[in-house]
């Protein structure tokens, strides 16, 4: 439920392999008790849009007329829990948690169906992100290992019920991409992943009529998206969802964020600027810190400090912060106020978190001391938002000379591929990628880790697939640097699909 409205990371502590199909005389064909009745399905389709308050109101009167409702309930809950995760408000978690009991109470209470299984495991999954999201570690682990027990008997009870099989496989999919450093934890709890079968669950959930058939495409778009490399597969879907229900500011996010990470800059801000608004809208302040990046890519500087300014204002929780700062200190350096742009480079210390690898890129680019390039910053930004050939004809004006940090010097040929990646130039491609690897060695930057993995893709794209899986062990072998999680996740992908 919902679990495309938040980060795909919010399930990264559940999978099960699937099991053997069940001869369970309760597992035929979905019956009616497993679907949703017409009132919750408009309550879920309400909420979906992210106007949690009408979701609620329309979910608490069908529960005055079907108390225990499992549809109702799992709408009651997701809204407020779609909030706490929306907002990142510390001072709402423990009310959520107690209403999440009191809803995990009262389906204990009402007759087994494939459709209270499922709720029931949607809800203590919940239940566990937000313990461990908001600092509470150990009764996350706990509620983890129920939501794994939980979905797993669901899956054997109830074999074929597409809701299950859709969270299963994101389960699956996730658990298996988690890092090394994280697989002892996953053991210990008996959480094995495997990235196939999780998406070949989340298709199947994905091409078959259920209620909730929307997160299933969803996600499988966002995994193929985020995982493998940019696909216009997400972009398609959410286009047409979008269009299909103009309404729906959950598709407004997602189009925008699909659009900014395929560094289609420009489609990203139309989203932004033609999203639903008004008091039914649960408020989304992290649509602002992204469009603050969009405008940052464009180079309209004091347009992206008012969207941030705008974030760190309405935002209530402790991750985005150090990075909405960090593009507060380019804005005001790249337009020429340097007394701004000191200001908020101190303010990167001062608060917020480091859990999120761009948060820990700001600490670090603050910890380190070591002055940005201009133009190699300016190159790197409008590559993000698409504009490769301004980037090549920025990087053109770029001189190293021996007086030069490693650093500048590392990441002026990565700059250069990526610029060429995006326009498709694959041999050149290929080139400064190859000369960035070479000239790392040990250097504890990302660049070189990076360009492995794009390599991979490259080679893996060719049907090069002996030397796309050296390129993708290559991406694993570096220490520590700054996006090591993501890349090493997206490297065990790739190294899975190879198989």
Same mark, same amino acid.
């Given at each position: 439920?919902?679990?495309?409205?938040?980060?795909?990371?919010?399930?990264?502590?559940?999978?099960?392999?699937?099991?053997?199909?069940?001869?369970?005389?309760?597992?035929?064909?979905?019956?009616?008790?497993?679907?949703?009745?017409?009132?919750?399905?408009? !309550?879920?389709?309400?909420?979906?849009?992210?106007?949690?308050?009408?979701?609620?109101?329309?979910?608490?009167?069908?529960?005055?007329?079907?108390?225990?409702?499992?549809?109702?309930?799992?709408?009651?809950?997701?809204?407020?829990?779609?909030?706490?995760?929306?907002?990142?408000?510390?001072?709402?978690?423990?009310?959520?948690?107690?209403?999440?009991?009191?809803?995990?109470?009262?389906?204990?209470?009402?007759?087994?169906?494939?459709?209270?299984?499922?709720?029931?495991?949607?809800?203590?999954?919940?239940?566990?992100?937000?313990?461990?999201?908001?600092?509470?570690?150990?009764?996350?682990?706990?509620?983890?290992?129920?939501?794994?027990?939980?979905?797993?008997?669901?899956?054997?009870?109830?074999?074929?019920?597409?809701?299950?099989?859709?969270?299963?496989?994101? %389960?699956?999919?996730?658990?298996?991409?988690?890092?090394?450093?994280?697989?002892?934890?996953?053991?210990?709890?008996?959480?094995?992943?495997?990235?196939?079968?999780?998406?070949?669950?989340?298709? =199947? !959930?994905?091409? #078959?009529?259920?209620?909730?058939? &929307?997160?299933?495409?969803?996600?499988?778009? +966002?995994?193929?998206?985020?995982?493998?490399?940019?696909?216009?597969?997400?972009?398609?879907?959410? !286009?047409?969802?979008?269009?299909?229900? &103009?309404?729906?500011?959950?598709?407004?996010?997602?189009?925008?964020?699909?659009?900014?990470?395929?560094?289609?800059?420009?489609?990203?801000?139309?989203?932004?600027?033609?999203? &639903?608004?008004?008091? =039914?809208?649960?408020?989304?302040?992290?649509?602002?810190?992204?469009?603050?990046?969009?405008?940052?890519?464009?180079?309209?500087?004091?347009?992206?400090?008012?969207?941030?300014?705008?974030?760190?204002?309405?935002?209530?929780?402790?991750?985005?912060?150090?990075?909405?700062?960090?593009? +507060?200190?380019?804005?005001?350096?790249?337009?020429?106020?340097?007394?701004?742009?000191?200001?908020?480079?101190?303010?990167?210390?001062?608060?917020?978190?480091?859990?999120?690898?761009?948060?820990?890129?700001?600490? #670090?680019?603050?910890?380190?001391?070591?002055? +940005?390039?201009?133009?190699?910053?300016?190159?790197?930004?409008?590559?993000?938002?698409?504009?490769?050939?301004?980037?090549?004809?920025?990087?053109?004006?770029?001189?190293?000379?021996?007086?030069?940090?490693?650093?500048?010097?590392?990441?002026?040929?990565?700059?250069?591929?990526?610029?060429?990646?995006?326009?498709?130039?694959?041999?050149?491609?290929?080139?400064?990628?190859?000369?960035?690897?070479?000239?790392?060695?040990?250097? &504890?930057?990302?660049?070189?880790?990076?360009?492995?993995?794009?390599?991979?893709?490259? %080679?893996?794209?060719?049907?090069?697939?002996?030397?796309?899986?050296?390129?993708?062990?290559?991406?694993?072998?570096?220490?520590?640097?700054?996006?090591?999680?993501?890349?090493?996740?997206?490297?065990?992908?790739?190294?899975?699909?190879?198989?």
């Amino acid at each position: 439920m919902l679990l495309a409205s938040a980060s795909t990371s919010l399930c990264a502590a559940l999978s099960a392999r699937p099991p053997a199909p069940s001869q369970d005389e309760h597992a035929s064909e979905t019956a009616l008790a497993d679907q949703l009745s017409p009132a919750a399905r408009r !309550a879920y389709t309400e909420l979906l849009k992210l106007r949690t308050g009408t979701a609620q109101a329309l979910a608490r009167a069908e529960l005055k007329q079907q108390p225990g409702s499992p549809g109702a309930l799992l709408v009651a809950e997701g809204a407020g829990f779609a909030e706490l995760v929306i907002s990142q408000d510390a001072s709402r978690y423990a009310a959520i948690i107690a209403q999440q009991d009191a809803a995990l109470e009262a389906l204990d209470a009402h007759p087994r169906s494939a459709l209270r299984d499922y709720v029931r495991g949607e809800i203590r999954l919940h239940q566990a992100v937000a313990q461990v999201m908001f600092g509470h570690e150990l009764q996350g682990a706990w509620s983890l290992r129920q939501a794994y027990l939980q979905v797993q008997q669901n899956a054997k009870r109830w074999p074929g019920y597409l809701p299950t099989v859709k969270t299963l496989g994101l %389960c699956e999919f996730l658990i298996g991409s988690v890092p090394e450093s994280y697989r002892w934890f996953l053991n210990l709890l008996g959480l094995p992943g495997n990235t196939e079968a999780g998406l070949q669950h989340l298709r =199947t !959930a994905a091409q #078959r009529t259920h209620d909730f058939q &929307p997160e299933a495409q969803i996600l499988v778009a +966002l995994i193929r998206q985020t995982y493998y490399g940019a696909d216009e597969e997400a972009a398609a879907l959410v !286009a047409r969802l979008s269009r299909e229900q &103009p309404d729906n500011l959950l598709f407004s996010y997602l189009g925008m964020s699909v659009q900014k990470k395929l560094h289609h800059a420009d489609q990203a801000l139309t989203y932004y600027r033609g999203r &639903p608004t008004g008091p =039914t809208y649960v408020p989304v302040a992290y649509l602002h810190h992204m469009a603050a990046d969009l405008l940052l890519y464009q180079g309209q500087y004091a347009a992206s400090e008012r969207a941030n300014q705008q974030f760190l204002s309405e935002y209530r929780g402790v991750h985005y912060r150090k990075d909405a700062y960090f593009k +507060l200190y380019l804005a005001y350096w790249l337009s020429g106020d340097a007394a701004q742009a000191e200001r908020n480079r101190q303010q990167i210390s001062k608060g917020g978190d480091t859990t999120i690898e761009e948060d820990r890129y700001a600490q #670090r680019f603050v910890e380190d001391r070591l002055p +940005l390039n201009r133009l190699l910053t300016r190159a790197r930004l409008q590559i993000d938002g698409g504009y490769y050939r301004p980037a090549l004809a920025t990087l053109d004006e770029f001189r190293a000379t021996s007086a030069t940090p490693l650093r500048d010097r590392l990441e002026e040929p990565y700059r250069r591929a990526r610029a060429y990646h995006g326009l498709q130039r694959l041999d050149s491609a290929r080139l400064y990628y190859g000369r960035c690897v070479a000239a790392s060695g040990t250097a &504890p930057y990302y660049f070189a880790p990076q360009s492995a993995l794009q390599l991979g893709y490259i %080679c893996q794209e060719a049907g090069q697939t002996a030397q796309a899986k050296a390129y993708f062990q290559k991406a694993l072998s570096y220490g520590k640097h700054e996006y090591k999680t993501s890349t090493d996740a997206k490297a065990k992908v790739a190294l899975a699909s190879l198989k």
